[in-house]
C-alpha cells in the first residue's frame, strides 16, 4: 500500500486522508464533506482562499481578507483588534463554527469567534462552506463553517521570513520554517503585528480622539510522524496574544482623559492525533485536544471609575473519533465527536459547563455524472437534550463544462452562555434556533474561466434577538428568513485575471418585515489583476448597500464603495516585494454604531486610505 494514502493531506482535522497519489491540498475540498474531495466535483457552495491570496493581504486583517470573498459580510467596532463579526449569508455571526486544523476556538460565553485576533500571517489556507453545516459538525452551523489551516511540513527543509511597514505606524513580521526529515514532517512560525491604530470613536472630542492601538504575538506549529505506510501520528497548535486599545463611554458622565481602557486577546488551539489505515478498505482518524478563548478587559483608573478587571475564559476540550470505509460505490464516513465547553471568569455565571456527544454518519458518491452526499447527525447536549439533523444533496455534470445541484439541510444552534447565564440580562428559558435551507446552484467550467449561480432559502426558527429594542434581554422571535442569490466568475487569459461576485439577498424578521441589523440587501466585490514577468499589479473594489444598526431599522449605515490597489515584485524565486494601498480614495464609512449617533451614541472609526508595504524571502 503507497505511503501517499496515509501522508498526502497531513494534519488536516477530523479528516482522512485521500487515496489518490496525484491528489495535491490544493486540488481538495475538505470542509464540505470532513473527507477530501476533488473540488470540481463538490456539490456545496465552498470559497478556498488560498495561500498565494493570503500572502498578498498585506496590512489586511483577517477580517478584511473575509470580507472581499463572496457572501460575506463584516462588522467592525473601531480598525484592528477591535471586536469584529462575520455574517455569511446573512446569517448571524454567531451561526458560523470556526475550525483551526479541526478544533473549534470560538466563545462560549459570546458564542461568536474572535477573528480580530487570529494572525493572518500564520495561515495557510481558508475554506468557507456557506450554508447550514450541523449535520456535518454539530452544533452552531446554521450560516456556514470557516476551517482555518495554518502552515503544514513537507518536503525539502526550508525557511522564510518577512517583515513590513505601513500607515498607522503598523509593523509586521513574521518568521518560520518547515519540511520533512525521512519520515518526519514540520512546521513552526512565529508572527508579530504592531499598530497605532486610529481613534476607534469617530469623533472630534480631544479627550476620545488619541490613537487606540493593536498588538499581537502569534505562534504556530506541527510535527508529524510516519511510523508505517499505515500509520501516522501527530500533533499541531496555535497560540495567539494580542492587547488592544479602545474609547469606552459609561453611562452618562463627562470623559476623563486619564481613564484608559484596554483589553486582552488570548487563543489557544492545540491536538494530538492519529491516524491508521486498519484494511484496505477502513481508515481510523482519532483527534484529541482544545480550544481556547479568552477576553480580559481592563478599566480606569478615573475620578469616576475605579481600576477594574473582567475576565471571560471558555475551554472547549474536544474529541473525534472519524472512520471512512471505502466501498465498491461511494465512501461511508461514520463519526464521534464530544464537546465540553467550561466557563471561567470573575462575572458569576448561573451555570459554567455543557457537554455534546454528536454522532455522525455520511455517504458520498459519484456514479457516472451523478453525486450524491448524504448526512444523518443526531446530537445529545447536556442541557438543550436532543437535536437529530439531516441533509441531502444532489449533483449532475451536464457536460463537459456545466453542472448542477440542489441541496437541503437542517441546522440548530444552542444559545450562548452570555444569553442563559449572564447576570441582568440573561434569559435561561431560551431554546435552540434551529433551520431549514433549500438552494440550487448552476457551475461552469473552463480551461481558465469559471461561473456559479446559487439560490438559496434559509428557513429560522426561534432566532434569537438582543439589542435596544429588547433592553439588551434575548429572546426567541418566531421566524427570521434569510434568502438571496450569490453570482460568482473567475476569469484569466494572457496574464490578466478577472474575479467578482454579487450577493442580492433578504435577510429578514420574517415578523416585522425589518433587515437584521449591520446587513445589506446587496453586496459585491470585483478584482482584476496583471502578471507581466516578475510585476504583477492589481484592483480591487468593494461596494455595499445601505444597512440598518438596529433591530427596528431606525438607525441607518450608509452604503459604501471602496477601491484598493495590490502590486507584487519578485526579484527571484527567495525574495518578493509586496504593496497593498487600500481605500485609495479614502472613504470615510460606518459598519457599527454604539447607542444612538444623534444623541449620546457614537460612529465606529475605519480606516481611511492606508499603505503597507511588505518584502518576503524563503529559501530554495
Avoid at 473540488?39 to 477580517?63: F, M, P, Y
Avoid at 456556514?144 to 511597514?165: E, L, R, W
Avoid at 488570548?266 to 482519532?286: D, H
Avoid at 455520511?362 to 439533523?389: E, K
Wanted: no cysteine; proline share 3%.
Amino acid at each position: 500500500m503507497k505511503k501517499t494514502i496515509i501522508a498526502s493531506l497531513i494534519g488536516l482535522a477530523l479528516t482522512p486522508v485521500y487515496a489518490n497519489e496525484n491528489i495535491t491540498l490544493e486540488d481538495v475540498v475538505v470542509t464540505a464533506t470532513r473527507t477530501p474531495q476533488p473540488r470540481e466535483s463538490v456539490i456545496a457552495n465552498v470559497t478556498v482562499i488560498d495561500k498565494a491570496e493570503i500572502q498578498r493581504s498585506g496590512q489586511s486583517s483577517l477580517v478584511e481578507l473575509l470580507q472581499r470573498q463572496p457572501g460575506l459580510e463584516i462588522t467592525n467596532n473601531g480598525g484592528a483588534g477591535k471586536l469584529s463579526g462575520i455574517f455569511i449569508r446573512g446569517a448571524n455571526s454567531d451561526h458560523i463554527v470556526v475550525l483551526i486544523d479541526g478544533i473549534r476556538i470560538n466563545s462560549a460565553t459570546s458564542g461568536t469567534t474572535a477573528f480580530e485576533n487570529l494572525p493572518v500571517d500564520l495561515i495557510d489556507r481558508i475554506e468557507v462552506l456557506h450554508g447550514p453545516a450541523t449535520s456535518l459538525y454539530g452544533q452552531d452551523a446554521i450560516g456556514g463553517v470557516i476551517q482555518i489551516f495554518t502552515k503544514k511540513g513537507a518536503g525539502n527543509p526550508k525557511h522564510y521570513a518577512g517583515i513590513g511597514y505601513g500607515s498607522y505606524n503598523t509593523k509586521k513580521a513574521q518568521t518560520g520554517a518547515y519540511g520533512s526529515v525521512n519520515d518526519t514532517r514540520y512546521a513552526i512560525g512565529v508572527s508579530s503585528h504592531v499598530t497605532d491604530g486610529f481613534s476607534a470613536f469617530k469623533t472630534k472630542d480631544p479627550n476620545l480622539s488619541d490613537h487606540d492601538g493593536y498588538r499581537n504575538l502569534s505562534v504556530t506549529g506541527s510535527l508529524s510522524h510516519q511510523l508505517t505506510d499505515e500509520h501516522e501520528f501527530g500533533l499541531q497548535f496555535l497560540h495567539s496574544k494580542g492587547k488592544t486599545d479602545f474609547d469606552n463611554r459609561f453611562n452618562n458622565y463627562a470623559f476623563d482623559p486619564s481613564y484608559r481602557d484596554h483589553a486582552q486577546l488570548e487563543q489557544l488551539s492545540y491536538s494530538i492525533y492519529t491516524k491508521n489505515q486498519l484494511t484496505n478498505i477502513w481508515l481510523s482518524t482519532f483527534k484529541l485536544g482544545q480550544g481556547m478563548d479568552e477576553y480580559t478587559n481592563y478599566t480606569g483608573p478615573s475620578a469616576y471609575v475605579p481600576i477594574g478587571r473582567s475576565q471571560f475564559r471558555t475551554k472547549q476540550h474536544q474529541l473525534s473519533w472519524q472512520h471512512e470505509f471505502t466501498l465498491p460505490v461511494g465512501v461511508i464516513t461514520g463519526a464521534y465527536d464530544r464537546l465540553e465547553e467550561r466557563l471561567e471568569s470573575t462575572t458569576r455565571y448561573d451555570q459554567t459547563s455543557r457537554n455534546n456527544d454528536g454522532f455522525y454518519l455520511g455517504y458520498l458518491a459519484t456514479i457516472q455524472n451523478h453525486t450524491i452526499h448524504a448526512n444523518y447527525r443526531s446530537d445529545h447536549n447536556s442541557v438543550f437534550g436532543t437535536n437529530d439533523t439531516q441533509s441531502l444533496a444532489y449533483g449532475y455534470q451536464l457536460n463537459d463544462h456545466w453542472r448542477s445541484s440542489v441541496s437541503y439541510g437542517k441546522a440548530f444552534k444552542v444559545p450562548s452562555f452570555n444569553f442563559l447565564y449572564f447576570p441582568g440580562s440573561n434569559n435561561p428559558n431560551l431554546t435552540p434556533e434551529k433551520s431549514d435551507n433549500v438552494e440550487v446552484s448552476l457551475y461552469y467550467e473552463q480551461l481558465n474561466t469559471t461561473a456559479s449561480v446559487t439560490v438559496y432559502q434559509n428557513k429560522v426558527r426561534d432566532l434569537i434577538l438582543s439589542d435596544i429594542s429588547t433592553g439588551f434581554t434575548p429572546f426567541n422571535i418566531n421566524k427570521a428568513t434569510l434568502e438571496g442569490i450569490t453570482l460568482a466568475a473567475n476569469h484569466e487569459i494572457e496574464g490578466w485575471h478577472i474575479a467578482g461576485s454579487v450577493d442580492i439577498q433578504s435577510p429578514r424578521n420574517k415578523e416585522s418585515g425589518n433587515l437584521l441589523p449591520r446587513r445589506a440587501h446587496r453586496h459585491a466585490k470585483a478584482n482584476i489583476a496583471y502578471q507581466a514577468n516578475k510585476l504583477r499589479v492589481g484592483a480591487e473594489v468593494q461596494s455595499s448597500s445601505k444597512r440598518y444598526n438596529d433591530a427596528e431599522n431606525n438607525q441607518t449605515l450608509a452604503g459604501y464603495t471602496l477601491f484598493n490597489l495590490t502590486s507584487e515584485y519578485v526579484f527571484n524565486p527567495q525574495w518578493k516585494l509586496q504593496a497593498r494601498f487600500n481605500n485609495v480614495f479614502d472613504k470615510t464609512y460606518a459598519l457599527a454604531f454604539e447607542g444612538d449617533p444623534t444623541t449620546s451614541g457614537y460612529i465606529y472609526n475605519n480606516a481611511g486610505s492606508n499603505l503597507f508595504v511588505n518584502i518576503r524571502w524563503e529559501s530554495k
